[in-house]
């Protein structure tokens, strides 16, 4: 198996179980992609073997590698997404960090068996959609896509900002508030939950508009086709606001007019049999769970 391995580079030290990841893939012959940065920062921690190839940038991971490891948290998978971009990899997320309703699987998961369910083929691909940013001054470049949400917030000023939106050309609501999350089925786990919005199942194909702070509490999320093209202008006491795709910012002005619709590609995450969406939001939200047992 050729097999890409994404992460972050940073101080924290990765757990000291990760090694056994390693030696599994070396037993199963693989042969492993890794960027620069990323491999020397491994190589500080573990031995990695030595079927390995540095990748330069995303272009050089295109038709080369079978599946796309990303090893950390949801955050690191996100990141993934714009280094995958629409190759079509595969992407197994194994879980460094907390939560994890993206990155499930975790260390000892990936090497008790999951290393050998994709040798085998013992897994299934989850399509999941994303959503697109479009600007007459193409505010993110090549990555304005996300798979998890998109925002409008303010940057400058504790005063509200005025979001006028309209849904293929149909005026819906001038939002009074700190902001608006329009977020995927998979994103609705994120920011757009902790702001009051619904649960989706990954294939609702469907957005969630879900106002920030809203000065109207009248006013809730709202649910949309994944087809509608969403328009968003807006005004406030200062002349720019912050946009995000993701984890990732830019600064945009009130001539700014935004366009959000559904990204043309989906990213393929890989999922095994115990882990269906339904096992995972039960576990990861404590369903059903009684502290006083």
Avoid at 189 to 218: E, Q, R, W
């Amino acid at each position: 198996m050729k097999i890409a391995i994404y992460g972050r580079v940073n101080e924290r030290n990765l757990p000291p179980a990760l090694q056994g990841l390693f030696d599994k893939l070396e037993t199963n012959n693989s042969e492993l992609l890794i960027t620069a940065d990323y491999l020397a920062y491994l190589q500080g921690q573990f031995k990695i073997g030595k079927k390995v190839k540095v990748l330069d940038d995303f272009n050089s991971i295109r038709g080369q590698a079978d599946f796309l490891l990303s090893v950390g948290g949801d955050g690191t998978l996100l990141e993934t997404i714009a280094f995958v971009r629409n190759s079509g990899i595969p992407i197994l997320g194994i879980n460094t960090g907390r939560l994890g309703f993206l990155a499930g699987v975790t260390v000892a998961e990936a090497v008790a068996h999951a290393i050998e369910n994709l040798k085998d083929r013992k897994f299934s691909i989850e399509k999941r959609s994303l959503l697109k940013l479009e600007t007459k001054n193409n505010l993110f470049g090549e990555i304005n896509f996300a798979l998890n949400e998109f925002t409008v917030q303010r940057k400058e000023t504790s005063a509200m900002m005025t979001i006028h939106t309209s849904i293929n050309g149909e005026f819906l609501n001038s939002y009074w508030a700190d902001g608006l999350i329009i977020s995927t089925p998979t994103g609705s786990t994120a920011y757009s939950l902790s702001c009051g919005g619904p649960l989706m199942v990954p294939d609702s194909k469907s957005f969630v508009i879900t106002p920030l702070s809203p000065h109207n509490l009248n006013v809730r999320p709202l649910i949309v086709p994944e087809d509608s093209i969403i328009t968003l202008r807006v005004e406030g006491r200062s002349i720019q606001h912050l946009a995000t795709l993701d984890a990732r910012s830019a600064i945009f002005t009130q001539d700014v007019e935004l366009t959000i619709r559904k990204e043309d590609f989906k990213i393929s995450l890989i999922r095994f049999n115990d882990h269906h969406f339904f096992n995972t939001i039960r576990e990861k939200l404590i369903w059903g769970h009684d502290a006083r047992n």
